[in-house]
């Protein structure tokens, strides 16, 4: 019994110290389990739509949009599929560069989108890019043209740029398409 006392003397501080050690541990774990669940407990008390705001539904396209894109899909139908109102940052990869440069460039093609979209059924892959031009001849829609077809053209990827103000048969838009018209 001694020997026992005496070993428990000489040893306390390193049992101590494990002691406190797992103690320290448990109450890192307890408050990390608490912290999640009253993370997760606030995340479903949040309204999703803040309080104040108006939402409505808007239109998709503009019903000359609409008639073009009925053509359109109608000469690619055997092809391609066909997607509108693509976000840009979908179309490309960005791969390398400074974490800086790329951030700056996501923001500043994050919210512009394309009109149409021509992807390959087999590969998934884009194939063409159709941007329609309106009346619309403002610098500021001059400069967010050019920077889509930099993007697009930086990326390999083929655009065409077609007026909206006329109409197209569907052996017109397969032939400015360069693909084959349905018979």
Known sequence: MDLLLTWIAENSAPIALAFAGLLVVLLLWWAT????????KRATQQPRVPNGLSLAPQAFMTKDEAAFYNVLRL???????????????????ISAGPDKARTSFLGRIAFKRVDFVLIHPGTLSVAKVIELEGGDR??????????????????????????????????????????????
């Open 33 to 40: 389990i608490l912290l999640t669940k009253l993370s997760a």
């Open 75 to 93: 000469a690619v139908q055997d092809d391609y599929l066909l997607f509108a109102q693509v976000p840009l940052w979908c179309l490309v990869e």
């Open 138 to 183: 403002s610098s500021q829609r001059q400069t967010r043209n050019r920077l889509v077809e930099d993007t697009l053209k930086a990326a390999g990827i083929e655009s065409v740029r077609l007026s909206l103000s006329r109409t197209y048969t569907i052996v017109e838009l397969a032939d400015l398409l360069d693909i084959e018209a349905p018979e």
